[in-house]
């Protein structure tokens, strides 16, 4: 590992955790920590290992996901830049899920006990973290609502609705990851994702590849019944 590097401070103290932060306590937690690159398809951590590490996805993409009785599903898609598994680190306890890399992804690492002890110290860093935990929970619940109450096509014309608006093209956009890691973030199987396409077609989305294209909005949303709240903005 390597730790952060006088030329990466700027950059890093960027990131909404620590940007508002006292400089003196900002660089105790850089002093203590790593920022890393990992290859693809490296697993970061296990769900039961104990939470160690903060991790703060700088660059790349990262898959929450769970396992059980032989049985795998993506829990969330990380996208920079942003931290996960904070809820972990500010319990003490162990993670619920495990995390693999998609792509190459560089990542921070910020000791566990070194971000507790920081966050009772530095009233900015506590607000930043209050405002990280509380944008997850309102995640997961627009998630349980998006998995409850839409069937698949919806929720798959939901999502893509407002990942055009997160990545700032409405109309066209490239989907990030594999489709088989977005059909199982959306409960789907792979061939239930291709039929779910399918559909869209009749509500004017065009795919081709891994690039989206809405072509009629206002006829998607019809179908897709998007939340009347709008999602958080990351």
């Known amino acids: 590992m390597n730790f952060v590097r006088i030329g990466e401070k700027p950059?890093?103290?960027r990131l909404p955790l620590f940007r508002d932060m006292d400089d003196g306590k900002r660089e105790r937690i850089f002093s203590g920590s790593f920022l890393q690159v990992f290859p693809p398809q490296l697993t970061l951590f296990a769900a039961g290992q104990q939470s160690d590490f903060l991790y703060v996805l700088v660059d790349g993409l990262?898959?929450?996901?769970a396992v059980s009785?032989?049985?795998?599903?993506?829990?969330?898609?990380?996208?920079p830049v942003t931290s996960f598994i904070l809820a972990a680190v500010v319990t003490d306890m162990p993670f619920l899920m495990s995390a693999r890399t998609l792509v190459s992804s560089r990542?921070?690492?910020?000791p566990a006990a070194l971000m507790r002890e920081v966050i009772k110290q530095?009233?900015?860093?506590?607000?930043?973290?209050?405002?990280?935990?509380?944008?997850?929970y309102r995640g997961l619940v627009r998630a349980l609502t998006d998995m409850k109450l839409r069937q698949s096509a919806e929720r798959l014309g939901n999502y893509l609705m407002e990942q055009g608006v997160r990545l700032g093209d409405p109309e066209a956009?490239?989907?990030?990851?594999?489709?088989?890691?977005l059909a199982s973030l959306l409960g789907m199987t792979p061939e239930n994702l291709s039929r779910a396409f399918g559909v869209l077609r009749d509500h004017g989305v065009g795919v081709s590849g891994s690039r989206v294209t809405i072509l009629d909005r206002d006829r998607l949303?019809?179908?897709s019944r998007p939340d009347p709240v709008p999602p958080d903005p990351i």
């Not at 530095?122 to 997850?136: F, I, P, S």
């Open 11 to 13: 950059e890093i103290s």
């Open 62 to 65: 990262v898959e929450l996901y």
């Open 69 to 79: 009785a032989g049985r795998e599903t993506t829990m969330r898609i990380v996208e």
């Open 107 to 110: 990542i921070l690492l910020v």
């Open 122 to 136: 530095d009233a900015a860093l506590m607000q930043a973290t209050m405002q990280e935990l509380a944008v997850g």
């Open 173 to 181: 956009f490239e989907l990030k990851g594999e489709k088989r890691v």
């Open 221 to 223: 949303a019809r179908f």
